[in-house]
């Protein structure tokens, strides 16, 4: 981890001074360690992939960064606090970040702590699904949270992950993402995000919470399911992986906090505003029933509110919707 | 394992001849295997604390059985399909069963598999709390279970278990326990049982639960809690802890049966009237407040129902009760 802390400030230190080149002694200077380690650093940069000039009496310039997303490499720059500022577990692939998050939450690993993977052989999806996870064209992540917060609060987090993830990818040109209730982001009626929220939980308190989201961003068409798309895929240009990270951990952190100090209720009206179901008549598989209605709110507990035909209301707590055409 | 299942099979076959002699051919025949595999698995039974006469011409007579609660032991003339039936980890002394249960759970351990320990050295109770679990005084256990049920169901799952090991109890002598919601079992008014259960859960489906009891069966005056009493304590007499973990064990997979088949609602009534707190004034302090009033009912997902001064009916789904004095 020492490792990785010396590569990010390297990382740091060029990006701060962009276009420019630096001097092995600038840097020295600036980050207190000797020229020999700066070079040496350099080098393992180098290895891991990213370009880095080097000129004579000019000094060293960052030209590119590998599209990887190493914990060092979203470290560098990210303003949070907490989130992605625990360790950062990379992984090139992995079976799912969701059980490696899981373990690590066990072993008392504690909230901010992230894993990440290029790939997941077995990538979770919601009720035993799976998520497509091809090698180096999504974002592949679990993040470990510790709230504290009761069992019927836990859909609450998930829509507060989906707003911010949602806000993160409508910030980038062209897109207009909305949340599909309970856990789906979609752009033009298509899934490129989905989220799973695992828990630890006593009746009456949770232990810990595992918020694991896949991202379709790069991932070529031909690599999508059926139902999917990708940022790629509608933008029709490549998204920068690592910032969209960055972005995601930095609003879900001023999201998440405003959730544990004024509750849910706080962003009940941005995630409704974000929904692509309010308003529509839907079908909702739930485990046991299937109910169809309009769906008319989310309440504070994060269940969809549905009207069905006799005008009786009635709430659904998770299951799959569909929209029906009129 | 197998060594276990012999050792299982020698007793079954001394206690469906109990007071009479029994040959080493006898016993060769009836499980299929040599004499001299039977001569072995006893001397190991007498290792494990089973006093095994032998008589010249006569046999084996089974005199006593140790006071341990081992996985052979409690197997042994259990008449259940799942519960207990599975493997059974017995430990001298462990951490938590619900931790081991846990892991195990993890692992893919099925339904039905349990943990048990003559002694726990960090017994957990709800919310953090310690169960004090002196050596070979009570039963310290865990079940794994997979029900197909959701999170908010959960709490009638402990409920369940409460209906079963208060049943079990009051079978024998001279007692009266009752159900404390949501999860302790009190005789005049003392704890000699707490449930603590543990879940992993994604927020429409549980992946597993786990179901920890203790029960205070022995344990001497000097060794319990304020709070607490144990089964010998009430009684005056030592009661035969083997025996009672066979008898919750059947009686939870008929409830837990029942519960799977047709709902909690099919054991409501029976839970109710086992309940300690119902129309008695209460106070209730959950997670973030605390209300007071008159407990009214427990409704089909378990959660205590509290009509308050003003007339209000309030759900509460988990907390601490305190009875009040009128």
Same mark, same amino acid.
């Not at 070079?39 to 000039?53: H, M, N």
């Not at 939980?201 to 991202?215: E, I, W």
């Not at 895929?233 to 910032?243: P, T």
């Not at 972005?247 to 962003?267: P, Q, T």
């Given at each position: 981890?020492?490792?990785?802390?010396?590569?990010?400030?390297?990382?740091?230190?060029?990006?701060?001074?962009?276009?420019?080149?630096?001097?092995?002694?600038?840097?020295?200077?600036?980050?207190?360690?000797?020229?020999?380690?700066?070079?040496?650093?350099?080098?393992?940069?180098?290895?891991?992939?990213?370009?880095?000039?080097?000129?004579?009496?000019?000094?060293?310039?960052?030209?590119?960064?590998?599209?990887?997303?190493?914990?060092?490499?979203?470290?560098?720059?990210?303003?949070t606090r907490t989130m992605g500022k625990m360790a950062i577990?990379?992984?090139?692939?992995?079976?799912?970040?969701?059980?490696?998050?899981?373990?690590?939450?066990?072993?008392?690993?504690?909230?901010?702590?992230?894993?990440?993977?290029?790939?997941?052989?077995?990538?979770?999806?919601?009720?035993?699904?799976?998520?497509?996870?091809?090698?180096?064209?999504?974002?592949?992540? %679990?993040?470990? &949270?510790?709230?504290? $917060?009761?069992?019927? +609060?836990?859909?609450? #987090?998930?829509?507060?992950? =989906?707003?911010? @993830?949602?806000?993160?990818?409508?910030?980038?040109?062209?897109?207009?993402?909305?949340?599909?209730?309970?856990?789906?982001?979609?752009?033009?009626?298509?899934?490129?995000?989905?989220?799973?929220?695992?828990?630890?939980a006593q009746p009456d308190r949770v232990d810990f919470l595992?918020?694991?989201?896949?991202?379709?961003?790069?991932?070529?068409?031909?690599?999508?399911?059926?139902?999917?798309?990708?940022?790629?895929?509608?933008?029709?240009?490549?998204?920068?992986?690592?910032?969209?990270?960055?972005?995601?951990?930095?609003?879900?952190?001023?999201?998440?906090?405003?959730?544990?100090?004024?509750?849910?209720?706080?962003?009940?009206?941005?995630?409704?505003?974000? %929904?692509?179901? &309010?308003?529509?008549? $839907?079908?909702?598989? +739930?485990?046991?029933? #299937?109910?169809?209605?309009? =769906?008319?709110? @989310?309440?504070?507990?994060?269940?969809?509110?549905?009207?069905?035909?006799?005008?009786?209301?009635?709430?659904?707590?998770?299951?799959?919707?569909?929209?029906?055409?009129?």
């Amino acid at each position: 981890m020492k490792e990785d802390a010396l590569k990010e400030k390297i990382l740091g230190f060029f990006r701060r001074n962009t276009g420019s080149y630096i001097s092995g002694e600038d840097i020295s200077n600036a980050l207190g360690v000797s020229r020999a380690y700066v070079w040496k650093y350099i080098s393992k940069l180098r290895e891991d992939g990213y370009v880095i000039d080097a000129v004579p009496h000019l000094g060293y310039n960052l030209r590119s960064a590998p599209d990887k997303l190493f914990g060092y490499e979203l470290k560098s720059g990210l303003k949070t606090r907490t989130m992605g500022k625990m360790a950062i577990f990379h992984h090139e692939s992995i079976g799912s970040t969701n059980d490696a998050a899981y373990e690590l939450a066990e072993a008392g690993e504690p909230e901010g702590t992230v894993v990440v993977a290029e790939a997941q052989s077995s990538g979770k999806g919601r009720i035993g699904r799976k998520w497509l996870s091809p090698k180096g064209a999504g974002i592949y992540m %679990s993040i470990i &949270l510790r709230p504290d $917060v009761e069992t019927d +609060e836990i859909p609450t #987090v998930t829509l507060v992950a =989906a707003k911010s @993830i949602a806000d993160a990818i409508n910030d980038l040109n062209k897109m207009d993402a909305g949340i599909k209730w309970p856990n789906d982001i979609l752009i033009k009626g298509k899934k490129v995000c989905g989220i799973l929220t695992e828990v630890k939980a006593q009746p009456d308190r949770v232990d810990f919470l595992v918020l694991g989201f896949g991202v379709n961003v790069n991932t070529p068409a031909g690599k999508l399911p059926e139902e999917g798309t990708s940022l790629k895929n509608v933008s029709g240009s490549s998204v920068d992986r690592a910032q969209l990270v960055r972005d995601i951990l930095e609003k879900f952190e001023v999201d998440y906090l405003r959730f544990k100090k004024e509750g849910f209720n706080a962003l009940r009206d941005e995630c409704k505003r974000l %929904s692509l179901v &309010l308003e529509k008549t $839907v079908r909702v598989k +739930e485990h046991h029933r #299937v109910m169809k209605g309009k =769906a008319v709110d @989310i309440d504070e507990k994060g269940a969809l509110m549905i009207r069905d035909e006799e005008g009786i209301v009635r709430r659904v707590f998770s299951g799959d919707v569909v929209m029906c055409r009129r």
